[in-house]
């Protein structure tokens, strides 16, 4: 019987998403296709070093999603889910802290691990957990009441997490079953029907929105499905011209003349979509929420953790320098970051692949220190895209999409919902990137090392 394995399921399912997605919310559509048509004009423009950061047909295929789930038992089952995909929880972002809004969840990112997992597929999904214990947001009784509403509910079905547990077990699903994963799962994710409670959304509403949109309702759905684009300057500015809405800035980096590190993401604002609400009296009326919204994104260079440092301050310098009547971005940004590619390596800050370049007829034996052997043309150095996310622009993401900042009270202590406790309740471990990368550098020098003879 033929087997479909994890690879395929991950990029089966990021197709059947998509569609869905596209049917659900027209205008990712139009992102689609603006996105598709901006990274032929820079491929047609820049030729083959647009593509050093990834393939046309890689960039093309890539999406991120994010979901948001209400409990730690719903976590779960969704690292469940994605394990059957080979997509496995990798970083740790609390973005209760990280803007002045109320956004209570804490989160992690489903992904391929390997760079062969990643070129051929690096379907990701940005997962959040709301923070119902954290009484920053939620009061005694309020949290108790959500957690009661929380535990009747089932998100995912039986069948579908005993086939994924199956494919994990095994190695992957005959085509029958695969199909049925593939709808069940994709079906977790779909928008549903069934009418909200009016009263019980509004009050959750008051404390975020957030809030509203994990736990008001019986059933999760997928957020965002987030393409990725070469120029994200460019399709800010196409899709204006669309008369598209798009949220204020674009968050992350700014665009400057030097390499582009990490992400840089923006979005159209979230459009009204119809809704049923269930009222006070039993009736049901129509009505509209704006949740979901179309992100787009551009990926630069992994950083390690000295570059991450340097990102930040870097962030930190801009946003004083706006605050104080000056916003050359780019201007600040050149005090912090080398502007050649070369430059991030050489100062430790930007992670690269290093591959050997032993035949130098004529120019002595290699030796020296790894910058030191790049400097004299013994290793050739490749960037490492950034395969992950970043706290502040996700609570960024987050606020510029909702219409009221909601309430936080920072005088009580907040729950201590760190990464071990995450790590605990997804039951599995919880990668680290930057390990990741740094694996991923290592192991490519030490192939180069042993190639030059050293
Ligand atoms: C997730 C927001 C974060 C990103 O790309 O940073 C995110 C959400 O809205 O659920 O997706
Ligand atoms: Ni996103």
Redesign the pocket.
């Known amino acids: 019987m033929a087997t479909v394995g994890s690879t395929a399921l991950r990029a089966r399912f990021a197709v059947v998403l998509s569609e869905l997605y596209g049917r659900e919310v027209p205008a990712y559509r139009t992102l689609v296709e603006v996105a598709h048509q901006v990274n032929a004009d820079v491929v047609a423009r820049s030729g083959e070093s647009a593509e050093r950061l990834g393939s046309l047909d890689r960039v093309t295929a890539e999406r991120?999603?994010?979901?948001?789930v209400g409990t730690p038992a719903e976590l779960a089952q969704v690292a469940r889910v994605f394990a059957a995909m080979g997509m496995h929880p990798t970083g740790y972002?609390d973005?209760r802290d990280a803007s002045a809004s109320s956004v209570p969840?804490v989160?992690t990112a489903f992904r391929p691990l390997e760079a062969d997992e990643l070129a051929a597929n690096p379907f990701r999904v940005?997962?959040?957990v709301l923070a119902t214990s954290d009484r920053r947001f939620f009061s005694a009784d309020l949290s108790t009441r959500l957690q009661a509403f929380l535990s009747r509910r089932r998100l995912f079905a039986d069948e579908l997490l005993e086939l994924a547990d199956r494919a994990v077990a095994e190695g992957g699903l005959s085509e029958e079953d695969a199909q049925t994963f593939l709808t069940l799962a994709a079906g977790s994710f779909a928008l549903s029907a069934e009418p909200i409670d009016r009263t019980w959304y509004r009050e959750l509403e008051q404390v975020s929105a957030?809030a509203a949109d994990i736990g008001g309702v019986g059933s999760t759905h997928i957020?965002?499905l987030?393409p990725r684009v070469l120029d994200i300057d460019a399709l800010y500015a196409a899709m204006s011209a669309r008369g598209i809405a798009m949220i204020d800035a674009i968050?992350g980096p700014p665009r400057w003349a030097g390499p582009d590190v990490l992400?840089r993401?923006t979005s159209f604002r979230a459009l009204a979509e119809p809704r049923q609400f269930r009222e006070a009296d039993g009736s049901v009326s129509e009505g509209s929420l704006r949740v979901r919204?179309g992100?787009v994104?551009a990926r630069g260079v992994a950083l390690t953790r000295a570059g991450r440092a340097r990102y930040d301050e870097a962030v930190a310098a801009v946003d004083a320098a706006a605050g104080s009547g000056g916003d050359d971005a780019a201007a600040v940004w050149a005090g912090f970051f080398p502007a050649t590619e070369a430059g991030l390596y050489a100062e430790g800050l930007g992670v690269c692949t290093v591959t050997a370049v032993p035949d130098r007829a004529g120019v002595g034996a290699p030796e020296g220190s790894t910058a030191e052997l790049l400097r004299d043309g013994w290793l050739r150095a490749d960037p490492v895209v950034y395969e992950d996310?970043?706290p502040r622009?996700?609570?960024?993401?987050?606020v510029s999409?909702l219409s009221e900042a909601g309430s936080k009270d920072t005088d009580v202590a907040g729950a201590d919902l760190d990464a071990e406790w995450l790590e605990g309740v997804l039951a599995r471990p919880l990668h680290d990137p930057f390990d990741l990368y740094e694996a991923q550098h290592q192991a490519s020098l030490s192939t180069a090392r042993r190639r030059l003879g050293l």
């Open positions: 991120h999603g994010a979901i948001r972002y973005l969840v989160s940005f997962t959040s957030v957020n965002h987030t968050q992400l993401q919204f992100e994104e996310f970043l622009s996700a609570a960024g993401i987050f999409n």
